[in-house]
Each structure stands twice: as structure tokens, then as C-alpha cells.
């Protein structure tokens, strides 16, 4: 299965979906697709729901993205569709712990809009 990224402006995020395999053959080419979103977004959602495979490449992209908008101060959030491959990787890592997740795009959004973001 190939990656595919769609992204949507909604305000106040641009909104990434992926979907498919991330692995060490993509996952520099989508650090680089989420960097350029990055560039004019005043949030970043990344909805991972649809990824059906993620391995400690697409991890360290993932973290390193989060670094990119802390440093930025620009709010991320990944969504993970509360169950998926995504969700469970990052539970058995402890990066969600560390990296912002929600369980739906419009509860990302909702979370960016709080005043404590």
C-alpha cells in the first residue's frame, strides 16, 4: 500500500491526511510534506486514522514534526482515530505521552480553539 497526503485548510489548522504505509522508504518524504505545511499554518492537525502501517521511521518523523511546531510555537495535534495502528504505537512507545493526539479531526480542532491549547 502507497502513502497518500491530502492537505485541507480549517481554520485555524491546516489539516494533513494520511493514509497507507509509513515506513523508512517514505517517511523523509512526508517529514518534508509536513514541514511545507507547517510553513503557513497557525496549527498543524496530522490525521493518522487511516495509516495502516507505521514503523520507528514514521515515529521519529512524527516526533520530529512536533519539535518543528514547539519550536515554532505552533500547535499540533495527530489524530488517531482513537483505536488505530497509529494509536497503539504511540501508547506502546509512550509518545502519546509526549505528542498531542485526539480521537477525531473536529476534536483536534476543537482543542486548538481552547483557550489553554
Given amino acids: 500500500m502507497n502513502l497518500t497526503v491530502a492537505l485541507e485548510r480549517r481554520d485555524p489548522a491546516v489539516v494533513v491526511e494520511v493514509a497507507g504505509e509509513i515506513d523508512l522508504s517514505n517517511a523523509s518524504s512526508l517529514e518534508r510534506q509536513l ?36 519550536d515554532r510555537r505552533v500547535p499540533m495535534r495527530l489524530v488517531t482515530g482513537g483505536n488505530g495502528v497509529s494509536q497503539r504505537l504511540l501508547a506502546m512507545t509512550g509518545l502519546d505521552q509526549v505528542l498531542p493526539t485526539s480521537v477525531s479531526i473536529d476534536e483536534a480542532i476543537r482543542s486548538l480553539n481552547a483557550p489553554d491549547r
Fill in 35 to 70: 514541514l511545507g505545511a507547517l510553513q503557513d499554518a497557525d496549527a498543524l492537525v496530522v490525521d493518522l486514522h487511516r495509516v495502516a502501517y507505521l514503523d520507528s521511521s514514521g515515529l521519529a518523523c512524527l516526533h520530529r514534526i512536533f519539535l518543528a511546531t514547539d
